[in-house]
């Protein structure tokens, strides 16, 4: 991947000296703080072509060492190969142009796929067409939209996160919904919810808008990682929904970020969307300070 130096951030100056500084250190990526083993402000950046223009969602490839994506606007699913820099297509086109797909979960028989109105789409590897998805409806009354849906292997389950629900007005939370794949149901109630409050108390910042976009598990901490491309800010919690620590992120690093995957040794994948520009893949490789050798000093969650 082609590490990019030209930075985007631009600002007039100022005549009052503590603006000047507040301005450079933005642009310096100076005020902004990092999530333990990682580095945001300096991330291999890599462009990734009209035909991922509004990428959407990612999944990791265990079986290729690669990424899986998918674009709202595109009825293919497709390989990011992290070696050769080359985008494969997985599948013919199997996705319904009306799915509004959002996110992405990769399994050992099958591709999932999450419509914005909170249904799940069960594509088999290798489809040809759509004749072959079968369709799983959380069944949620009123408008909603979900933009993010990860595996737990802990629950054994599929979890999907509210960006706006219906039932939530009000209430100042995010819900969470587990999805058994080996049952093919949805639990009859929330599998966690997330506080709102507790995001904007952590970042220090009651206009914060916390909208899931993308989410995954860390595969060494067990920490769930979650995207909120409206406000730029990564928001770390248990996976019942505890707020761990919340990230502001560079919007000109950030501009869209709604999807995220993570290697099984720790290092992390952010795709943004080309709303603002040409659409990126980020990779923040996983370190821990002060570690020789992160392999030895890290656990992988347990399965």
Not at 106 to 111: E, H, I, M, P
Not at 170 to 188: C, H, Q, V
Not at 267 to 283: R, V
């Amino acid at each position: 991947m082609k590490q990019l130096l030209q930075t985007k951030c631009r600002a007039s100056f100022r005549l009052i000296l503590f603006s000047a500084v507040t301005l450079m250190a933005a642009c310096n990526g100076t005020g902004y703080t990092n999530p333990a083993g990682y580095d945001l402000r300096k991330p291999t950046e890599a462009e990734l072509g009209k035909v991922l223009n509004e990428i959407s969602g990612l999944s990791w490839d265990k079986r290729n060492d690669a990424l899986i994506a998918i674009a709202d606007n595109k009825e293919k699913i497709f390989q990011i190969g992290l070696k050769d820099k080359k985008l494969k297509d997985l599948s013919d086109k199997a996705i319904p142009p009306d799915s509004d797909t959002e996110d992405i979960v990769y399994s050992d028989s099958a591709f999932y796929l999450l419509s914005s109105w909170g249904e799940i789409r069960k594509v088999p590897i290798g489809a040809k067409d759509t004749t072959v998805i079968t369709r799983y409806s959380l069944g949620l009354e009123g408008q909603n939209d979900f933009e993010t849906m990860y595996f737990d292997s802990v629950a054994k389950g599929i979890i999907m996160i509210c960006k706006s629900c219906a039932h939530e007005k009000g209430l100042a939370i995010r819900t969470a919904y587990r999805f058994n794949p080996e049952t093919t149901a949805f639990d009859s109630v929330p599998y966690f919810t997330i506080s709102r409050k507790a995001v904007e108390e952590k970042i220090k910042d009651p206009d914060a808008n916390f909208d899931p976009s993308g989410g995954a598990i860390h595969p060494v901490t067990g920490e769930l990682y979650i995207l909120s491309s409206s406000s730029n800010m990564l928001v770390i919690t248990s996976t019942k929904g505890e707020i761990i620590d919340v990230f502001k992120l560079n919007p000109d690093k950030f501009p869209q970020a709604e999807g995220i995957a993570f290697a099984p040794n720790g290092d992390m994948y952010i795709s943004n969307e080309g709303k603002y520009g040409k659409p990126t893949l980020l990779f923040f490789p996983y370190q821990l300070k002060g570690s020789k050798n992160k392999k030895a000093n890290t656990k992988k969650r347990k399965a």
